[in-house]
């Protein structure tokens, strides 16, 4: 492991010395080269100073300071450029100029083509420059444009060569002038005439220059229409201006008109949104849209377009503000007469547009209008029009609710029916709403079973009990209401036990028989019952006879069991679970029953509904939406609610 470390730290100071050995030599030579290159260069100039090209020996001078070939060529021609360049820096180059530079060619041994070559970069340089210098403060003048045109001829430039050699800095130079002049918004005589000028300076043609400034076309243009169109009104003026952005910025016939278009829809669109802000639309407002309209040049049907689909929005809005209370009053109808005229909406426009909710919005209407058994003259106003703004005949009316009668039904039945002692008035109510609703007796025949059983429930706990006959002996006076087979269940201090035997209710006592097990009860010293689907809980203040009684007909036995109770001691009774959780109210019962469709929130049932509490009444659980649920008796008996 050491060893290993040891070996790699010494290859790496090994790379080390070899790396900057080398680095060494290389600054080496080069200073060297430096040196030889500065004398070499000295002598030469020296001796061209002394005597001219005539009798100059390039050779010689090579020899004499010992430095290679190439570096010597290297030094000659950046001699020569050197020269060359201070003859064109005026601009010219004369023919006593061109001899000059030939001797010097010849005496440095530079063969013609190098020469050339070098002459022919240094100009376009120069040229180059020139241009930039013309173009520093983003105007070309008359005069810049002469001496660039000069500079051109007497370098013997062709003029293609010279826009090419422009044309970057043009570029930029056209585009920066550009983005100049139309900073304002505006383009100007002069300003449209320095923009020519400029191409004619470089030589651009005016496709170039639309090409140049392509990329800032379509969003500029856009600005500039956008400002014109802001008061709602283009004049000549702004026509003219429109015009000239067109040539300058070169867009076709077809991107311009995309760009209007789009941009006079947004101009009128918001000038409707405006008019319908308060969702009325005023005479003046109306007129106003017409010249806008006029003005922009926008199409009748374009703008009826914008306005139907503003008008739209602002008209569904408008209704669900009428219709939030539930109710259309006189003014509202009105109301929202006037906003169709207003905006042209036709009626059947305006009905098309609530389509998609006409039935849900008319049933829900329906069902609160019938929901206490009659219609009376308002709700048929009403109804009728909801009918009306919905666009509903009074045919399709009838059809739908026929088609939605049986639930129509069923929540109010569920909603009168849930647990309660049923009044003549409650079937009274029911009854009524059948025959509103057009129920036939098919389609009613498993509520009036259910209502039937409701009713002589209600009337035992009321305490008209039936009489029934019995091989007992009973006592004088005493009738029997109860009779039947019953499993008692109780709890001793370690275990729960279980008996099968026969159950009899009279008017004056409860009796349990069974071989081993058997005990009987004054009603008075029950104190609560509660019946679960497959038997009921009886809390005595005796300790015999309390616990679960099973049997098939848990609710009647409970009802037999209040009623004979109600009459020993009266007022007990109210505080009985079973009379207590009757008392789920109205409203929760509806949103319970919306919440969950209306039907069996375990199994979909939609017959033999049961407001159920989910933590039972008995254990605290309260008649609050969040505690009850839809469960059908079934259900209901597999939940049992001894948890
Ligand atoms: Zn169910």
Redesign the pocket.
């Known amino acids: 492991m050491v060893a290993c470390f040891v070996v790699s730290f010494l290859i790496l100071l090994g790379l080390l010395a070899l790396a900057y050995s080398a680095y060494y030599l290389i600054q080496t030579k080069r200073v060297q080269n430096a040196e030889d290159r500065k004398g070499f260069r000295t002598a030469v100039v020296h001796r061209l100073q002394k005597h001219g090209t005539k009798g100059f020996d390039f050779n010689k001078i090579v020899e004499e300071c010992e430095v290679p070939q190439s570096l010597a060529s290297e030094v000659a021609e950046e001699i020569f450029s050197l020269m060359l360049a201070k003859s064109v820096l005026d601009g010219a180059f004369t023919e006593v100029e061109r001899k000059k530079i030939d001797r010097l060619a010849q005496a440095f041994k530079i063969a013609p083509d190098t020469g050339r070559t070098i002459e022919e970069r240094l100009k376009r340089k120069h040229y180059v420059t020139a241009v930039e210098k013309a173009l520093a403060d983003g105007i070309i003048t008359e005069q810049e444009k002469e001496e660039l045109k000069l500079l051109r001829q007497n370098f013997g430039l062709s003029s293609s060569l010279a826009v090419e050699l422009a044309a970057d800095r043009a570029k930029d130079g056209y585009l920066a002038l550009f983005r100049t002049v139309v900073s304002d918004g505006q383009i100007t005589d002069n300003e449209l005439k320095e923009l020519m000028r400029f191409r004619d300076a470089f030589g651009l043609s005016i496709q170039d220059a639309q090409a140049i400034v392509r990329s800032d076309a379509h969003s500029l243009y856009s600005k500039v229409y956008r400002q014109i169109i802001s008061d709602g009104f283009i004049s000549e003026a702004e026509q003219e201006q429109l015009r000239r952005f067109r040539a300058v910025l070169g867009l076709s016939d077809s991107e311009v008109s995309q760009i209007e278009e789009s941009l006079k829809r947004k101009h009128y669109t918001g000038a409707v949104e405006k008019a319908l802000s308060d969702d009325k639309v005023t005479e003046k407002e109306k007129e106003d849209l017409k010249t806008l309209r006029k003005n922009l040049g926008l199409s009748q049907n374009a703008a009826a377009e914008i306005a139907a689909s503003r008008a739209k929005d602002a008209y569904v809005s408008l209704f669900r503000a009428v219709v939030s209370d539930g109710q259309i009053s006189n003014d509202e109808l009105k109301e929202l007469t006037r906003f169709r005229d207003a905006v042209g909406l036709s009626l059947a426009d305006s009905q098309a547009y609530l389509k998609p909710e006409a039935e849900k919005i008319y049933l829900a209407v329906y069902s609160r209008c019938v929901a206490d058994g009659a219609i009376s003259n308002d709700e048929q106003e009403q109804l009728r029009r909801y009918r009306f703004v919905l666009g509903l005949s009074d045919h399709e009316a009838a059809q739908l609710v026929k088609k939605q009668a049986i639930h129509i039904y069923r929540e109010i039945f569920y909603e009168i029916c849930q647990d309660a002692d049923i009044e003549a008035q409650d079937e009274d109510r029911l009854n009524r709403l059948a025959a509103n609703l057009m129920l036939d007796d098919k389609s009613l025949a498993p509520y009036r079973v259910d209502l039937e059983e409701k009713k002589r429930l209600s009337e035992f706990r009321r305490g008209n009990l039936p009489s029934l006959q019995t091989r007992r002996i009973l006592e004088s006076g005493e009738i029997c209401h109860w009779i039947g087979d019953c499993t008692y269940w109780w709890q001793t201090q370690t275990m729960a036990k279980s008996v099968s035997g026969e159950l009899l209710v009279t008017s004056e006592r409860i009796i349990f028989t069974s071989p081993y097990r058997s005990f009987e009860l004054r009603p008075s010293k029950i104190l609560d019952v509660q019946a679960h689907t497959d038997g009921l809980t009886l809390k005595t203040s005796v300790t015999k006879a309390a616990g679960d009684y099973l049997t098939n007909h848990a609710r009647r036995l409970e009802a037999v069991l209040i009623g004979v109770v109600r009459k020993h001691k009266y007022l007990q009774t109210e505080s009985f679970s079973a009379t207590k959780t009757r008392h789920i109210p109205d409203t929760v019962k509806r949103e319970v029953w919306a919440r969950d469709g209306g039907c ?1 929130v ?4 939609t017959e033999y509904l049961e407001f159920d509490h989910i933590i039972p009444f008995s254990k605290g659980g309260a008649n609050t939406e969040k505690n009850i649920q839809l ?2 008796r ?2 209901n008996a597999i939940k049992s609610d001894r948890i």
Do not use: T
């Open positions: 069996c375990r199994c979909r049932a469960l059908c079934g259900c």
